[in-house]
Structure formats: structure tokens, C-alpha cells
């Protein structure tokens, strides 16, 4: 995965893809849970997030409480010890990591903790949840850190075809 030319192609979409996203919601007729879901299947089958782990790479997922405690039990440390070494809270009041990329992501992109992950990490990048009107910001954000988002969104463009 070549992660230049990934960046330069979401920026090249960025306003496009912003464009898109506002025409979309307010489309009540569209059932963009079915479009996203099947594009996403699609996409998933040929992506191996291995080669990529981009999102490991620059974002961090929030942890919720029940996240902390998972993977502070993984690690075998005390909750508190797990915030402290790793976390802080940002400024809408939600633990994340201190820094990128994920203290947990090995030089093989591979989780040091995936059977302990966050939810956030489990259900990334989203394009196959219920609702996905709901998150529709959270999706054209993605489109800028994940390539398989991106070329989600391309796909699902194309079958919709807004003007």
C-alpha cells in the first residue's frame, strides 16, 4: 500500500467527497445502509488492512470505559496505570491515545492487543454499520485516513450518482 499516493488521491476527493456527503443526508429516499454495506463487503474482500494500518498509524480510536479496562486486564496493569501510561482526554471528553501511532501496532502492522482491542478498533472503519446516515461525517473523515474507505465511497458514488 503505497500511503503517498493514498494521501494525495484523498485530498485530490477531499471537497468532492465533502460535497457528496451533504448532498447524501438529507436523501431520505436512498437506503444507504444497503448501498454501503454491499460496497463494503465488496471492497473488504479484496483488503488486507495488514498492508495499510494507516488508522493505527494516525488516528486513535477512543476508549471507553469498559476499553480501558479490557485492555489494561490484557496488559496486566491496573485501569488507572492503562490511562496514565497511555491516554489522555481530548477536548470533547473522550480518552485516546497521547500519541500516534498505537503503542500497541508492531513494525508488521499487527495489534499487540487485538483480541483485547477497543470497540472503536473492532468496528473501524464503520461503512457496514446500521445507520451509517448517522455517522456520515465520521465517514468522509475516514476517507482521508483509510484507502478502503476511500475506495468505498468512489464505488458508492458512482451508484448513486448525485448532480
Same mark, same amino acid.
Given at each position: 500500500?503505497?500511503?503517498?499516493?493514498?494521501?494525495?488521491?484523498?485530498?485530490?476527493?477531499?471537497?468532492?467527497?465533502?460535497?457528496?456527503?451533504?448532498?447524501?443526508?438529507?436523501?431520505?429516499?436512498?437506503?444507504?445502509?444497503?448501498?454501503? &454495506?454491499?460496497? &463494503?463487503?465488496?471492497?473488504?474482500?479484496?483488503?488486507?488492512?495488514?498492508?495499510?494500518?494507516?488508522?493505527?498509524?494516525?488516528?486513535?480510536?477512543?476508549?471507553?470505559?469498559?476499553?480501558?479496562?479490557?485492555?489494561?486486564?490484557?496488559?496486566?496493569?491496573?485501569?488507572?496505570?492503562?490511562?496514565?501510561?497511555?491516554?489522555?482526554?481530548?477536548?470533547?471528553?473522550?480518552?485516546?491515545?497521547?500519541?500516534?501511532?498505537?503503542?500497541?501496532?508492531?513494525?508488521?502492522?499487527?495489534?499487540?492487543?487485538?483480541?483485547?482491542?477497543?470497540?472503536?478498533?473492532?468496528?473501524?472503519? &464503520?461503512?457496514?454499520?446500521?445507520?451509517?446516515?448517522?455517522?456520515?461525517?465520521?465517514?468522509?473523515?475516514?476517507?482521508?485516513?483509510?484507502?478502503?474507505?476511500?475506495?468505498?465511497?468512489?464505488?458508492?458514488?458512482?451508484?448513486?450518482?448525485?448532480?
Amino acid at each position: 500500500m503505497d500511503l503517498n499516493l493514498f494521501n494525495k488521491k484523498a485530498l485530490e476527493l477531499k471537497k468532492e467527497n465533502e460535497t457528496f456527503f451533504k448532498k447524501i443526508k438529507f436523501k431520505k429516499n436512498i437506503k444507504l445502509d444497503d448501498v454501503f &454495506h454491499k460496497t &463494503h463487503n465488496e471492497v473488504f474482500e479484496k483488503t488486507d488492512c495488514l498492508k495499510c494500518a494507516n488508522c493505527c498509524k494516525t488516528t486513535s480510536p477512543i476508549f471507553y470505559q469498559l476499553d480501558i479496562e479490557r485492555a489494561a486486564k490484557a496488559l496486566k496493569i491496573k485501569p488507572g496505570d492503562f490511562i496514565k501510561t497511555y491516554l489522555m482526554m481530548d477536548e470533547e471528553g473522550d480518552f485516546v491515545f497521547t500519541k500516534a501511532p498505537c503503542p500497541f501496532l508492531d513494525n508488521e502492522n499487527y495489534c499487540l492487543i487485538y483480541k483485547d482491542r477497543p470497540t472503536a478498533c473492532r468496528e473501524y472503519p &464503520h461503512t457496514n454499520r446500521k445507520n451509517i446516515r448517522q455517522i456520515l461525517n465520521l465517514t468522509y473523515n475516514n476517507t482521508l485516513v483509510c484507502p478502503a474507505v476511500l475506495t468505498i465511497v468512489e464505488k458508492v458514488k458512482k451508484q448513486i450518482n448525485i448532480k
